[in-house]
């Protein structure tokens, strides 16, 4: 594990406040500084800005302690709707408090757990927070939902069509079809690696080919390639304006920042139910603190968690990786190559080598040097990059980071499962294991709650639930298919039933 003690060089009331000068009230730049600033709307219907660069808020208020308290009460829906409000102007016309609350309502609608996201204790100090209540069993099901519906919301309101470019890694290509299947005014086309080319899973595919047959607004196309691989030509065709303009094109990878608020949202959530006896202010202080773990791949999560600490959330943040660990050798060395090798892994959402979203995380370390982040992207195409040490310092005490080998992943499953009786899948199993090896290097009287986010349901990845576990794919099956009553859950259970018969049959003829 890289990167500082949990305590701050100076009081967070200050260190997590807005790192930059504020910009326009309610509105989005350019981390490239190339592009007029935005506002919600436009910045949605962008994706990227013109520049070629994604966008972050141009100022951002810190939630008062008295508001934090009155947070503290809300359903997710109702948290979600209160977040993204401070990010849209009161007077925006195109979208309302009504509307807002009518796109969260929808959003959440299909989710098989009444309260979005749930907590789930793995000892006395460190907890999962659940995000993958969703149809697709994934933590992008949030973000997804929300930003399909703000986006169909904006296209009748303007009378305007979308075609959404998604490349995915696993989990965000089944997460964006299924928010916008059926949507008028959307039309999206999802690339992704096929089996053989990366560690893709047979649900993460089905889902994907499932719902492009069914849908006739859907689009599918596998690629003979890593998932970097296939970005190349995304990042290129958005980088055109003239032909990003005549085709309507639009994006809802992390760039988009409707996915960036509600990951926003998922921290506040999760910190607030921690219970308060957990939360132990640091000598000194009388702020109640926490780690959030983050399993990253292309460090959309690890980005909304910078936003948080800006906004006031007392949290330090542990980027966790996998053996794809450009992220990792960023924070612990400074240093970022380009070119580098796709490894495929246990867990193939996460295995990225080029996490895109580092450009805004550089944004808000330089204090919102637009020149800089323009420097260092020049640098990374041509090679690689360094960082000064003033911006490595600005991170490395809020972010500590970590990689961890598919051996120790598929024993934190194990071992988990045997303590507790909890199937991690494998993303979040890397996150407990970093959050597991920072704990053994603390003191006792130096550490604080630990937070993990909770990326899929273990039944997407029952290969490695059979592999963690030694065991037949029907067993792995077995184990996986909790809890009882999810219809989510259920829905993928009975897939995976079908599946799991006929290979089976298919051994024995």
């Known amino acids: 594990v890289y990167g500082a003690p949990l305590g701050y060089p100076h009081s967070p009331s200050t260190a997590l406040l807005c790192c930059f000068e504020a910009g326009p009230a309610m509105k989005f730049v350019s981390v490239l500084g190339g592009a ?19 966008y972050w808020p141009a100022a951002v208020e810190p939630v008062s302690p008295r508001t934090l308290s009155a947070w503290e009460s809300l359903s997710y829906p109702r948290l979600c709707e209160e977040v993204l409000k401070r990010f849209i102007a009161a007077d925006d016309p195109d979208v309302t408090p009504l509307d807002l609350a009518g796109i969260v309502s929808a959003a959440f609608s299909s989710f098989g757990d009444a309260e979005v996201v749930s907590l789930r ?24 939902s929300v930003l399909g519906r703000t986006l169909s919301h904006l296209l009748r309101r303007r009378r305007q069509r979308l075609t959404l470019l998604v490349g995915t890694s696993g989990d965000t290509g089944s997460s964006a079809m299924e928010a916008v299947r059926g949507l008028e005014g959307i039309e999206i086309l999802v690339l ?9 899973s047979p649900v993460q595919e089905l889902q994907m080919t499932s719902v492009a047959r069914a849908a006739s607004n859907v689009h599918l196309i596998g690629v003979e390639g890593s998932s970097d ?55 000194g202080s009388s702020e109640r603190r926490a780690r959030v773990a983050v399993p990253c791949g292309a460090g959309g999560h690890l980005a909304a968690g910078l936003l948080a600490q800006q906004m006031g959330l007392p949290i330090t943040l542990l980027a966790a990786t996998n053996a794809n660990d ?33 450009w805004r995380l550089l944004f808000v370390a330089s204090g919102g040097d637009a020149a800089a982040v323009r420097g260092w992207q020049a ?26 080998d598919d051996a120790l992943t598929l ?31 603390e003191s006792c009287a130096a550490r604080v709650p630990t937070l993990c986010l909770g990326c899929a349901h273990p039944i997407k990845f029952l290969p490695t639930v059979a592999a963690a576990f030694g065991c037949s794919a029907p067993r792995a099956l077995a184990l996986a298919s909790g809890p009882a009553g999810h219809r989510c859950v259920e829905a993928s259970s009975s897939i995976e039933s079908a599946r799991t018969a006929r290979a089976i049959a298919a051994a024995h003829t």
């Open 411 to 441: 024993r934190t499953m194990l071992e988990t499962h045997q303590r507790c009786g909890y199937l991690l899948d494998p993303h979040t199993a890397v996150g407990v294991a970093a959050a597991q090896i920072a704990a053994e290097e």
């Open 326 to 358: 450009a992220l990792h050798r960023l924070l612990a060395t400074g240093e970022l190559r380009a070119h580098g090798t796709v490894s495929q892994t246990a867990s193939p959402s996460m295995d990225i080598q080029v996490p895109y979203n580092v």
């Open 192 to 200: 992704y690696p096929l089996q053989g080319c990366s560690s893709i």
């Open 379 to 404: 640098d990374f195409g041509a090679g690689g990059l360094t960082l000064p040490p003033r911006v490595r310092e600005w991170l490395r005490v809020r972010v500590a980071s970590a990689a961890v």
């Open 121 to 144: 204790p793995l000892s006395d100090e460190l907890h999962v927070a659940e995000l993958w209540h969703g149809p697709t069993l994934a933590f992008k099901d949030l973000g997804m």
């Open 36 to 54: 007029e600033p935005a506002s919600f709307s436009e910045a949605v219907l962008n994706g990227w800005a013109p520049d070629g660069g994604m």
């Open 229 to 283: 691989d296939l970005d190349v030509p995304l990042e290129r065709a958005f980088r055109d304006a003239a032909f990003k303009r005549a085709h309507r094109l639009g994006s809802v990878n992390s760039v988009n920042v409707v996915r960036l608020l509600v990951q926003v949202v998922h921290y506040f959530y999760a910190y607030l139910r921690l219970p308060e006896g957990d939360l132990r202010p640091p000598e």
